[in-house]
Nanobody, 126 residues
Framework: QLQFVESGGGLVQPGGSLRLSCVAS????????VGWFRQAPGKEHEGVSC????????YYADSVKGRFTISRDNDKNTVYLQMNSLKPEDTAVYYC???????????????????WGQGTQVTVSS
């Protein structure tokens, strides 16, 4: 069975850090574009970050630039989102995603992705 399982969400105070992980089973991540999306109550689904298989293309939303880092461990078949200097407006359900394949660049559009994690809640509050 194909699985893409997220973990690492939780409650953190403003200014804190959190690392989200998605572990893929039944399919490989090493040749795929991977991405992270989020959706907060009353807000649109937002592309947070993505990375091509070659790491030649990396994208961060303006709202998270300088604070979030996407990375991949191909040996562990895992994609990560390191989140630092968290703000209350980062509160959302976060979803990892992977495409069937990869181009040189990545695109933060849900239509580009085919495999999705179940979502994990991140709450930033004092």
């Amino acid at each position: 069975q194909l699985q893409f399982v997220e973990s690492g969400g939780g409650l953190v105070q403003p200014g804190g850090s959190l690392r989200l992980s998605c572990v893929a089973s039944g399919f490989n991540l090493d040749y795929r574009t991977v991405g992270w999306f989020r959706q907060a109550p009353g807000k649109e689904h937002e592309g947070v970050s993505c990375k091509s298989s070659s790491d030649g293309g990396v994208y961060y939303a303006d709202s998270v630039k300088g604070r979030f880092t996407i990375s991949r461990d191909n040996d562990k078949n895992t994609v990560y989102l390191q989140m630092n200097s968290l703000k209350p407006e980062d509160t959302a359900v976060y979803y990892c995603a992977a495409a069937f394949n990869s181009g040189y660049e990545c695109y933060p559009s849900p239509d580009e992705y085919d495999y999705w994690g179940q979502g994990t809640q991140v709450t930033v509050s004092s």
